[in-house]
Nanobody
Framework: QVQLVESGGGLVQAGGSLRLSCTYS????????IGWYRQTPGNQSELVAS???????RYSDAVKDRFTISRDRAKNTLYLQMNSLKPEDTAVYFC??????????RGRGTQVTVSS
Protein backbone atom coordinates (compact mmCIF):
# COMPACT_ATOMS: atom_id res chain seq x y z
CA GLN A 1 0.00 0.00 0.00
CA VAL A 2 1.37 3.38 -1.03
CA GLN A 3 1.30 5.86 1.79
CA LEU A 4 2.30 9.51 1.65
CA VAL A 5 1.61 11.75 4.62
CA GLU A 6 2.12 15.48 4.37
CA SER A 7 2.54 17.74 7.36
CA GLY A 8 3.80 21.18 8.29
CA GLY A 9 1.09 23.35 6.83
CA GLY A 10 -0.60 26.12 8.73
CA LEU A 11 -1.40 29.81 8.89
CA VAL A 12 1.45 32.27 8.43
CA GLN A 13 1.76 35.97 7.69
CA ALA A 14 3.08 37.19 4.38
CA GLY A 15 6.86 37.15 4.40
CA GLY A 16 6.99 34.23 6.79
CA SER A 17 8.27 30.70 6.33
CA LEU A 18 7.01 27.14 6.62
CA ARG A 19 8.60 23.77 6.06
CA LEU A 20 6.44 21.00 4.68
CA SER A 21 7.29 17.36 5.12
CA CYS A 22 6.08 14.29 3.29
CA THR A 23 6.81 10.92 4.81
CA TYR A 24 6.33 8.04 2.41
CA SER A 25 6.17 4.31 2.87
CA UNK A 26 9.47 2.46 2.74
CA UNK A 27 8.58 0.19 -0.18
CA UNK A 28 8.30 3.14 -2.57
CA UNK A 29 11.54 4.75 -1.44
CA UNK A 30 13.17 3.56 -4.70
CA UNK A 31 11.27 6.16 -6.72
CA UNK A 32 13.41 8.80 -8.38
CA UNK A 33 10.48 11.01 -9.37
CA ILE A 34 8.91 12.88 -6.48
CA GLY A 35 7.63 16.37 -5.94
CA TRP A 36 5.18 18.88 -4.55
CA TYR A 37 1.98 20.14 -6.19
CA ARG A 38 -0.56 22.62 -4.93
CA GLN A 39 -4.20 23.25 -5.62
CA THR A 40 -6.72 25.98 -4.86
CA PRO A 41 -10.50 25.53 -5.00
CA GLY A 42 -11.82 25.42 -8.56
CA ASN A 43 -8.38 25.15 -10.11
CA GLN A 44 -6.22 22.32 -11.36
CA SER A 45 -3.23 21.33 -9.36
CA GLU A 46 0.06 22.89 -10.39
CA LEU A 47 3.60 21.72 -10.00
CA VAL A 48 5.52 23.57 -7.31
CA ALA A 49 8.82 21.70 -7.23
CA SER A 50 10.07 18.29 -8.25
CA UNK A 51 13.04 15.98 -8.22
CA UNK A 52 13.25 13.76 -11.31
CA UNK A 53 15.65 10.94 -12.15
CA UNK A 54 16.86 11.38 -8.61
CA UNK A 55 18.93 14.45 -9.35
CA UNK A 56 17.15 16.97 -11.57
CA UNK A 57 15.38 19.69 -9.58
CA ARG A 58 12.73 21.93 -11.08
CA TYR A 59 10.70 24.81 -9.65
CA SER A 60 7.72 26.67 -10.99
CA ASP A 61 8.40 30.29 -11.87
CA ALA A 62 6.02 31.36 -9.12
CA VAL A 63 8.17 29.87 -6.35
CA LYS A 64 11.66 29.89 -7.78
CA ASP A 65 14.21 31.52 -5.47
CA ARG A 66 11.79 31.30 -2.53
CA PHE A 67 11.14 27.56 -2.13
CA THR A 68 13.61 24.71 -1.77
CA ILE A 69 12.85 21.04 -2.28
CA SER A 70 14.98 18.39 -0.63
CA ARG A 71 14.87 14.72 0.21
CA ASP A 72 16.22 12.66 3.07
CA ARG A 73 16.34 9.09 1.77
CA ALA A 74 17.37 7.73 5.17
CA LYS A 75 14.14 9.08 6.67
CA ASN A 76 11.92 8.41 3.63
CA THR A 77 10.94 12.05 3.75
CA LEU A 78 10.56 14.82 1.21
CA TYR A 79 10.69 18.45 2.30
CA LEU A 80 9.63 21.80 0.94
CA GLN A 81 11.16 24.84 2.61
CA MET A 82 9.00 27.84 1.80
CA ASN A 83 10.35 31.33 2.48
CA SER A 84 9.03 34.80 1.73
CA LEU A 85 5.52 33.44 1.54
CA LYS A 86 2.88 35.41 -0.31
CA PRO A 87 -0.93 35.31 -0.06
CA GLU A 88 -1.01 33.73 -3.54
CA ASP A 89 0.87 30.74 -2.13
CA THR A 90 -2.27 29.82 -0.21
CA ALA A 91 -3.30 26.33 -1.32
CA VAL A 92 -3.42 22.68 -0.36
CA TYR A 93 0.02 21.21 -0.95
CA PHE A 94 0.37 17.59 -2.04
CA CYS A 95 3.29 15.26 -2.17
CA UNK A 96 3.37 13.31 -5.43
CA UNK A 97 5.38 10.26 -6.47
CA UNK A 98 5.67 8.60 -9.84
CA UNK A 99 6.12 4.85 -9.60
CA UNK A 100 7.26 3.28 -12.91
CA UNK A 101 4.56 0.96 -14.18
CA UNK A 102 2.09 2.11 -11.55
CA UNK A 103 1.58 5.81 -12.12
CA UNK A 104 1.26 8.79 -9.81
CA UNK A 105 0.23 8.71 -6.18
CA ARG A 106 -0.53 11.57 -3.83
CA GLY A 107 -1.12 12.11 -0.17
CA ARG A 108 -4.14 13.86 1.31
CA GLY A 109 -2.38 17.21 1.37
CA THR A 110 -1.66 19.90 3.90
CA GLN A 111 -3.26 23.34 3.94
CA VAL A 112 -1.07 26.41 3.71
CA THR A 113 -2.72 29.76 4.34
CA VAL A 114 -0.79 33.01 3.99
CA SER A 115 -2.43 36.13 5.36
CA SER A 116 -1.67 39.59 4.01
Amino acid sequence: QVQLVESGGGLVQAGGSLRLSCTYSKHIAYTNDIGWYRQTPGNQSELVASITRGISIRYSDAVKDRFTISRDRAKNTLYLQMNSLKPEDTAVYFCDVNLPGWGHYRGRGTQVTVSS
